[in-house]
Nanobody, 120 residues
Framework: QVQLVESGGGLVHPGGSLRLSCAAS????????MGWYRQAPGKQRELVAF???????NYTDSVKGRFTISRDNAKNTVYLQMNSLKPEDTAVYYC??????????????WGQGTQVTVSS
């Protein structure tokens, strides 16, 4: 069926950059929204950024001005460009998508998660 495949995580020094990608594959009628969550050890999962069907974008306050979310509809792929990374950005980042997969049927999907570590 539908799956989300993430890539781009890794280890980066403070002030560095990473670009995360999440590609949705399968029988997808349309994309309602795609975005990114993150979860640090011992902390709640939080929404980082998302982009809606209208092209709207939203960011959590802690990443505004540093992260940029974008989407390539032809590839069913969402990206998260992360600049000026800080140690507090260290977390497992999860792609999330709300996808129309049938007539009047929209479902929520999660990627497997990709580790982002910001450390010297």
């Amino acid at each position: 069926q539908v799956q989300l495949v993430e890539s781009g995580g890794g280890l980066v020094h403070p002030g560095g950059s990473l670009r995360l990608s999440c590609a949705a594959s399968g029988s997808i009628f349309s994309i309602s929204a795609m975005g990114w969550y993150r979860q640090a050890p011992g902390k709640q999962r939080e929404l980082v950024a998302f982009t809606g069907s209208s092209g709207s974008t939203n960011y959590t306050d802690s990443v505004k001005g540093r992260f940029t979310i974008s989407r390539d509809n032809a590839k069913n792929t969402v990206y998260l460009q992360m600049n000026s990374l800080k140690p507090e950005d260290t977390a497992v980042y999860y792609c999330n998508a709300r996808l129309r997969v049938g007539l009047g049927l929209t479902r929520n999907y999660w990627g497997q998660g990709t580790q982002v570590t910001v450390s010297s």
